[in-house]
C-alpha cells in the first residue's frame, strides 16, 4: 500500500500498550483549597501497538487528601483527578507523527485509572481509553487515523 492509499484509510480501531516513567525528582506539591494537594511531575509515556512512540510532558494531579498525608503514602492510595500533557514523537497505524497529547482522569483509591488520550499529531489523530494502574501504565483501545 503506497503512502496515498494508506492516508485514506480512515479511522480504524486502536490497542496497545503503554508505560507510565514519572521522574520523582521533578515533584513539586501545593496544598490546595478543601484540605487537598496538587502534585506536578514529569514524566514520559511510551507506547506500543497502534500507537507506537513517546510522549514527554507534565503531569497534574488533585489529590484528595493533604499534603503531608499524599507525599507519606504509595501512589493510588486516595482518590486523584488527573492531567498529562506532553508531546508524542512517533507512528500511528505505522504511519510517522508528531503532536501533542493529553492523557486525563481520574485515579480510584487503590490506584486503578479511568482515563482518555488524545493525541492531535501533524499526520495522524487517535482517541483512547486507558485501562491503567497509577504510575505503572497499562492498555488502550479506541479510534486512530491517518490524516
Do not use: W
Not at 503506497?2 to 500498550?17: C, F, L, S, V
Not at 509515556?45 to 487528601?65: E, H, K, W
Not at 490506584?111 to 497499562?138: F, H, N, P, T
Amino acid at each position: 500500500m503506497g503512502a496515498h492509499a494508506a492516508n485514506e484509510r480512515g479511522a480504524q480501531a486502536a490497542q496497545g500498550d503503554f508505560v507510565a516513567v514519572v521522574d520523582f525528582t521533578s515533584l513539586q506539591v501545593q496544598d490546595v483549597r478543601g484540605n487537598k494537594c496538587e502534585f506536578t511531575v514529569n514524566g514520559t509515556l511510551t507506547f506500543s501497538g497502534t500507537v507506537d512512540g513517546d510522549a514527554v510532558g507534565t503531569t497534574t494531579a488533585v489529590i484528595f487528601a493533604p499534603c503531608d498525608e499524599a507525599l507519606s503514602s504509595p501512589p493510588g492510595t486516595f482518590f486523584d483527578v488527573f492531567r498529562f500533557e506532553g508531546d508524542f514523537t512517533g507512528e500511528v497505524l505505522g504511519d510517522p507523527t508528531s503532536g501533542p497529547v493529553s492523557y486525563a482522569g481520574v485515579t480510584r483509591v487503590g490506584g486503578s485509572i479511568d482515563a482518555r488520550i488524545i493525541l492531535e499529531g501533524d499526520d495522524a489523530r487517535a482517541v483512547l481509553r486507558a485501562d491503567a494502574q497509577v504510575g505503572v501504565g497499562g492498555t488502550y483501545d479506541g479510534v486512530a487515523k491517518a490524516s
